[in-house]
């Protein structure tokens, strides 16, 4: 006898999987993070991240021009100071380079959201996310630095200010200062649901913020966790946060759709330098599709829940999107 329940009448045709198809991804879903330098002429492509660049704000003209003609949902700055020192003070510098990168994509595209990353390990000497007392980092003297920093890149024009320390009332902090300073209106993307991951270990080349001894784990959180980060999601909302951030993405698909259960905030999704490059290598070696694995892997992540995704990818996936439309 013949079934007369035929699914696969649903996926016949281009035409019709397209027509029924449940999750799409829009370039303005898609956030591009950008590394940039205190120096100037720097276009350096980062060699664990290929084609991946360390950038000086006076080479972003032809980047920061193509996230906005192709319409991404804004790019994230992430900073490398000239100097640094036991606190990270350039991290508030106004002529620092994340300042600047802002001024300069705010003059070119005006309508470009920029985010703008809060953390200490790029700017300080011995690679913490925060003040260090007697070798471990110290919460609550680092929370007046963060508001600092975070305060400093929303005069320089950024539209979201993204916390990525993991120092417990750090949202609240922030925003107080935001608020005090008459930035009411900025936004907070909370990295919420951190976890202490191997797959960070690109990045740190691209920023150059290795420790110079110890972990991250007393601060970040421990990839076996689940509950924990329904935990972490809670307090931020309640500390004010206007989105809420997974780190990493891939592996942590669960936790983006637990995430995304229990807030009905924007739920942000971070697609790591690690799976980044993972793909990348994968695909120079001939072993995957670079394009379909990439794609595949930004949609698992949309599926899962997540409403943004920031990823190495941004720009290229944006490319296929609209070459698909």
């Known amino acids: 006898m013949s079934p007369t329940i035929r699914p696969r009448r649903l996926r016949r045709t281009a035409a019709i999987r397209n027509v029924v198809r449940e999750t799409r991804l829009d370039p303005a879903m898609l956030v591009l993070p950008i590394f940039v330098v205190a120096e100037s002429g720097v276009r350096q492509e980062i060699s664990s991240m290929p084609g991946t660049y360390q950038w000086s704000v006076d080479q972003l003209d032809a980047l920061v021009g193509e996230a906005d003609e192709l319409g991404i949902g804004g790019v994230l700055l992430f900073g490398i100071p000239a100097d640094k020192d036991a606190v990270g003070s350039s991290s508030w510098d106004p002529h620092g380079p994340v300042p600047l990168a802002i001024a300069r994509i705010k003059e070119l595209a005006p309508s470009l959201l920029v985010w703008a990353d809060v953390c200490l390990c790029e700017y300080t000497t011995h690679g913490h996310c925060g003040v260090l007392a007697k070798g471990t980092v110290d919460n609550d003297a680092t929370l007046p630095l963060l508001a600092r920093a975070a305060t400093a890149y929303a005069k320089a024009g950024a539209d979201v200010i993204a916390p990525s ?161």
């Open 165 to 325: 320390d993991m120092m417990d009332a750090r949202i609240g902090v922030i925003r107080s200062g935001l608020d005090q300073s008459d930035f009411e209106e900025t936004l907070i993307c909370s990295y919420s649901a951190k976890y202490a991951s191997a797959f960070y270990g690109p990045f740190r080349d691209a920023v150059d913020s290795s420790l110079a001894e110890g972990d991250r784990r007393s601060h970040q959180m421990d990839p076996a966790n689940l509950r924990e980060a329904r935990r972490e999601v809670a307090l931020d909302v309640a500390e004010g946060a206007d989105m809420i951030m997974v780190k990493p993405a891939g592996p942590y698909l669960d936790v983006i759709a637990q995430v995304r259960n229990t807030t009905d905030l924007p739920v942000v999704a971070y697609q790591v330098s690690g799976e980044y490059s993972s793909l990348v290598a994968g695909a120079q070696l001939g072993w995957i599709d670079g394009d379909a694995t990439m794609m595949e892997s930004l949609l698992g992540i949309r599926r899962a829940g997540a409403d943004i995704i920031i990823s190495y990818f941004a720009l290229r996936a944006a490319r296929v999107i609209r070459d698909q439309q």
